[in-house]
């Protein structure tokens, strides 16, 4: 549970994801709307830090941020050369509409029974002041999810063969293998 | 020091990783033969893919002989499960990997861009397959599917000059990335109503879920959002758009490989999700559960996949609505929820694998390139209707290995696909209920349908005139590739007992399961 | 009511300083601009408004196309930021792990060397 001070920030950065993530939607410009999302990952790494998943958030930032985002950029300066976008929803905003308040309604249903009948507060997690979380996910990491690790790096391995076989240049194509 | 060589996972855990370590080993080889190998010396690779095949099978026989009597074998902490199930599945992906590696070998020929990276793709999306099968745990089942995907998404869009490719690929893997995405919002509602990964774990805290009736519409959320990322692999109405136009714009051998081999591991997805780990929710207390789900969702998409296929004149294109029509026959066996249903699913994936990249196989064998017109989106003739025009004139042999594929394709005694579609419909038939039979009706009624389509290709082959003079030229590997599906075809039509008696070793373990699926009330394991 | 908010006890309360910082920063260019604002003599005519590129007259728009080894080099350099982000709670529970951590890190970057390999032969890291 959260208590506190942590309760108004919870708040707060929800409100926050919510309102850049609308923002990153419906914006009219391709980098405008790459630089929400950026202050939306931003917002959802504070909610990792909330929930004491410090090494998540850290990855958010390191990761998403710094790499994820700047690839994004890149590929909208590679395709666009800074033109907006005139009707950003098509004609299907009417199905989007109802499926997106279908799933809206829906969840809420789902999350008000199970607060109804108290279903997780059996399965609370215990809480410390101090958390060592890396350490807990190393360990975690590297004994019992070994096998899905390695296949993380192959993963990995077969990304970067995407990438060469399809962004190569005809130069480079020319005079490489 | 002692302790650390304690810490191991014993040899044995690595020893029955084998067959996806020598996958793995021989897609990384072929990956490396790319930048060493010179232009014209690339095909080398396909032979040392064929041999990692080969080794992988050995090992799998090996795993068989010797753990045969010992199954289920766990290991990496319980991550990984070596069961029937999974043997059955490795070895079906590698029956299929293999004739696809035959089929590619004389496309790439074709498109004058013999390259090993297709290969070493093709290997780590199978190593992807085999460790899905194995997976025994959501972490480990969605990093496995994100192995399967990537390398077929590269595939899908592998001749990047071709616009049509390009926007394929990009259509598959935009549409397949959200997909992924929907499967994971499932899998972590799942986690947080059962606090578990491991999918044994979770399938003894649903019952007690569904029993406290605490968190069922949750539940039900989660089952609908794992089910639209599963129906989304498989190409099931309503989530089928992507295929025809992925398939259709995709290399040839690519379709080949997606239609059969990635297919079936969405039904591997399937079986590991909803038969072991969620068997209990095919219906969650008084509300339809998956069962029920499922069942609506086949009814419309073998009629839809069907109806939408007769109206085709691009073979690949009918193939694809082809393909989705047959997604919702495999799904009836997951509706039915008996053994004769799953062992049905089996042997029908068994049965579609030889004859579906059959047809792909003729569909290459036909395929010619006008010279100088590279450029143009309609480059590739032989994709059309009317390049079968006069097939058996040109080529007696294929022509009628063609017509062997058809008719199995719709499902016409004797041979592979309507011993399948014969145990899919009798498994909904032996479940009992009233509304399985009235969908086992809508079955035989779609595969009436599809034999309207599947017809009219036969009859442009024997009938039709020659419009196209120029010969076939089809290659040594491709001939091989032809004559085994065919083979296999009529061998599984005529005599399906050991396909089926391997088949039903393998689903054992969920057999059990099934009773409690169909409705009666679920044995409770409090812990 | 004030008094449940600072409960100093709430772990978030070991992020006081990050916060604080995060305060600072966004303060520091709000008021050096307002100073700004207050001090400067306001002039606006066309000269001074116009963009200015190294002496030449600007021509075209800042926003070009840029060559797609940008985006090789991109996608590389996000492949080894993930495996660099592994090696972070594996640096930590190094000796906990013992031989089995150190052969698991050594296959899954021993992998990717063969990615490398293959981009280097390729000639992606070259600019030619």
Redesign the interface.
């Known amino acids: 549970m959260l208590?506190?001070?942590?309760v108004?920030?919870f708040y707060l950065l929800s409100l926050l994801c919510i309102f850049f993530s609308m923002l990153t939607i419906s914006a009219r410009n391709a980098?405008h709307s790459a630089l929400f999302l950026i202050s939306t990952l931003i917002s959802v790494a504070g909610l990792f830090?909330?929930l004491?998943a410090e090494?998540v958030a850290?990855?958010q930032i390191?990761?998403y941020v710094?790499?994820?985002l700047?690839?994004f950029l890149?590929?909208i300066?590679?395709?666009?050369?800074?033109q907006t976008t005139r009707r950003i929803f098509t004609n299907q905003f009417a199905i989007g509409v109802a499926v997106a308040t279908l799933l809206g309604l829906?969840?809420f249903?789902?999350?008000s029974?199970?607060q109804a009948?108290?279903?997780?507060r059996a399965?609370e997690a215990k809480?410390?002041?101090?958390?060592k979380n890396?350490?807990k996910?190393?360990?975690q990491?590297?004994?019992?999810?070994?096998?899905?690790?390695?296949?993380?790096?192959?993963?990995?391995?077969?990304?970067?063969?995407?990438?060469?076989?399809?962004?190569?240049?005809r130069?480079?194509e020319k005079?490489?293998? | 020091m002692l302790a650390y060589f304690q810490a191991f996972p014993s040899l044995r855990d690595t020893l029955l990783l084998m067959p996806e370590l020598q996958i793995t080993l021989f897609a990384c080889f072929a990956l490396v033969l790319d930048v060493i190998l010179p232009k014209e010396k690339k095909r080398l690779a396909a032979r040392v893919s064929l041999l990692g095949v080969a080794f992988s099978a050995a090992s799998i026989a090996l795993l068989v002989y010797q753990y045969s009597d010992s199954l289920p074998q766990k290991a990496f902490y319980d991550m990984y499960v070596l069961d029937g199930f999974s043997l059955f599945f490795k070895a079906l992906f590698l029956l299929a990997v293999a004739l696809s590696i035959g089929v590619t070998i004389k496309y790439l020929d074709l498109e004058k861009e013999q390259t090993s990276e297709y290969y070493s793709l093709m290997l780590f999306s199978i190593a992807g397959m085999m460790f899905l099968t194995s997976s025994h745990d959501l972490i480990s089942i969605y990093v496995s599917l994100e192995l399967i995907t990537l390398p077929v998404y590269v595939l899908v869009g592998y001749f990047k000059r071709i616009p049509k490719s390009n926007e394929a690929s990009m259509k598959y893997f935009l549409l397949g990335a959200f997909s992924s995405g929907i499967l994971l919002y499932g899998f972590s509602l799942l986690y947080a109503l059962t606090g578990q990964t491991n999918i044994e774990a979770i399938a003894q805290i649903v019952p007690e879920i569904i029993k406290t009736g605490s968190a069922t519409y949750l539940l039900l959320l989660a089952i609908i959002l794992i089910a639209a990322g599963v129906l989304f692999k498989m190409a099931a109405v309503p989530f089928h758009s992507w295929a025809p136009d992925a398939y259709e714009g995709a290399p040839t051998s690519t379709t080949a490989f997606m239609s059969v081999a990635v297919k079936s591991a969405s039904y591997v997805l399937l079986a590991r999700l909803f038969f072991e780990a969620l068997p209990s929710a095919g219906s969650v207390g008084s509300v339809p559960g998956w069962t029920q789900l499922l069942g609506v969702i086949a009814a419309v998409t073998m009629t839809i996949g069907n109806i939408a296929a007769a109206t085709q004149t691009n073979l690949k294109r009918l193939l694809a609505y082809s393909s989705i029509s047959h997604a919702g026959y495999l799904l009836l066996g997951a509706v039915a929820g008996n053994e004769v249903g799953y062992t049905g699913i089996a042997v029908y994936l068994v049965a579609y694998t030889v004859m579906n990249l059959g047809t792909f196989g003729v569909i290459i064998s036909i395929t010619r390139h006008d010279e100088g017109d590279a450029a143009s989106s309609e480059r590739n003739t032989g994709e059309h209707i009317k390049d079968l025009n006069g097939l058996v004139k040109k080529s007696p042999a294929i022509a009628l290995m063609m017509l062997v594929f058809l008719l199995s394709l719709a499902g016409i005694p004797p041979t592979a696909g309507f011993m399948g579609k014969y145990l899919l419909f009798a498994g909904l038939i032996k479940n009992g209920t009233d509304w399985m039979t009235k969908l086992a009706v809508l079955g035989v009624i779609n595969t009436v349908i599809s034999f309207y389509y599947y017809s009219r290709l036969i009859r442009v082959m024997f009938i039709a005139d020659l419009t196209e003079e120029r010969p076939l030229t089809v290659g040594k590997s491709l001939q091989t590739v032809l004559l085994i599906s065919a083979l296999l075809t009529i061998l599984i039509g005529i005599y399906p007992q050991p396909v089926i008696k391997i088949s039903e070793s393998a689903i054992k373990q969920f057999g059990n399961i099934s009773d409690k699926a169909s409705g009666v009330v679920p044995k409770l394991n409090n812990d | 009511m004030l008094g449940l908010f600072l409960d100093s006890s709430t772990p978030i309360f070991g992020y006081l300083p990050i916060v604080l910082l995060l305060l600072v920063a966004t303060a520091f260019p709000l008021i050096a601009l307002a100073i700004g604002k207050v001090f400067r003599r306001s002039v606006f005519d066309r000269t001074k408004l116009s963009a200015y590129e190294c002496g030449n007259d600007p021509v075209g728009d800042a926003r070009e196309r840029i060559s797609i080894r940008y985006y090789l080099i991109a996608m590389l350099f996000l492949v080894f930021d993930v495996e660099t982000i592994f090696l972070f709670p594996w640096a930590i529970t190094y000796d906990q792990l013992g031989l089995f951590g150190l052969v698991e890190m050594f296959l899954f970057i021993g992998i990717l060397v063969v990615g490398y390999y293959y981009a280097w032969r390729k000639g992606t890291l070259n600019w030619v």
Request: net charge neutral; hydrophobic share 60%; charged share 10%.
């Open positions: 208590k506190g001070i942590e108004l920030f980098v830090l909330l004491h090494f850290g990855v390191l990761v710094g790499g994820v700047v690839l890149f590929v300066m590679l395709v666009s050369s800074g829906s969840f249903a789902a999350i029974q199970v009948t108290n279903y997780f399965r809480q410390e002041v101090v958390t890396t350490e996910v190393g360990l990491l590297y004994t019992q999810a070994v096998l899905p690790f390695e296949i993380a790096s192959l993963v990995l391995l077969v990304a970067i063969v995407a990438a060469v076989r399809l962004a190569r240049d130069k480079q005079i490489f293998n």
